[in-house]
Nanobody, 125 residues
Framework: QVQLVESGGGLVQPGGSMRLSCAASGFSLDYYAIGWFRQAPGKEREGISC????????YYTDSVKGRFTISRDNAKNTMYLQMNSLKPEDTAVYYC??????????????????WGQGTQVTIAS
């Protein structure tokens, strides 16, 4: 059974950092395209970063470039999203996702079938 379990959300002050984790089970994450998405209240789910294929091609949406880093640890079968210089507008529910490659370069959510449960990230003073 394919399962993705997220952890690491919470409350952090503006300018702070946070790392989200997403542990996979039932499949080997290193053979999959992986992505991180977020959804703020009243807004559509947004693709913020993904690795589109096994060659490591990586995409970041403009609003997070230079601040967020996607990665995976194949030995732990876990993917990560390191978030630095956090802003109040980064507040959202964050989701991890996986899909056999390839996926389209802009990480459309519709390309991904396997999803984590979501974790709330709140940036506030």
């Amino acid at each position: 059974q394919v399962q993705l379990v997220e952890s690491g959300g919470g409350l952090v002050q503006p300018g702070g950092s946070m790392r989200l984790s997403c542990a996979a089970s039932g499949f080997s994450l290193d053979y999959y395209a992986i992505g991180w998405f977020r959804q703020a209240p009243g807004k559509e789910r947004e693709g913020i970063s993904c690795i589109t294929s096994v060659d490591g091609s990586t995409y970041y949406t403009d609003s997070v470039k230079g601040r967020f880093t996607i990665s995976r640890d194949n030995a732990k079968n876990t993917m990560y999203l390191q978030m630095n210089s956090l802003k109040p507008e980064d507040t959202a529910v964050y989701y991890c996702a996986a899909e056999p490659p390839p996926v389209q370069p802009l990480c459309p959510a519709t390309d991904f079938r396997f999803w984590g449960q979501g974790t709330q990230v709140t940036i506030a003073s």
